[in-house]
């Protein structure tokens, strides 16, 4: 690194090392304070969306679902298996939404021979031989 102080010095005057401090400010905003950022406005959109019924992770690592939420407290009440629990809502680490279930259309388009394929396979039904018969 001081090879790269003297070669910034020797290139760019005296401005040299004071242009390689603000590059290396510049990098280290792109590198660490610019994503921490888009993780901090992703936590408060799942904040956002936050609905009784959600299932949650606390920072306590607490598996719990929502039961209510107070806004004007900014608290959050878990029913962790029939256990009640308040929690501030900078607390809730992960949300997992629970959306309503929507049944799945039937499509008729898939042949149905597992029936045929069953009875064939079924070892518990004997064949019926007609040579028997005689």
Known sequence: MFILLLAANAGFGGYGSIIFIILIFGLMYFMMIRPQKKQQQKHQEMMNKLQVGDKVVT?????????????????????????????????????????????????????????????????????????TKE
């Open 59 to 131: 920072i306590g690592r607490l598996h719990g679902v929502v039961d209510s939420i107070d806004e004007d407290a900014r608290t959050v009440t878990l029913d962790c298996d029939g256990i009640y629990l308040v929690f501030d809502r900078t607390a809730i680490m992960r949300v997992d939404h629970v959306e309503a279930v929507q049944p799945a259309a039937s499509t008729n388009d898939a042949p149905t021979d597992s029936a045929d394929q069953k009875a064939d396979d079924d070892p518990e039904t004997p064949e019926k031989d007609d040579s």
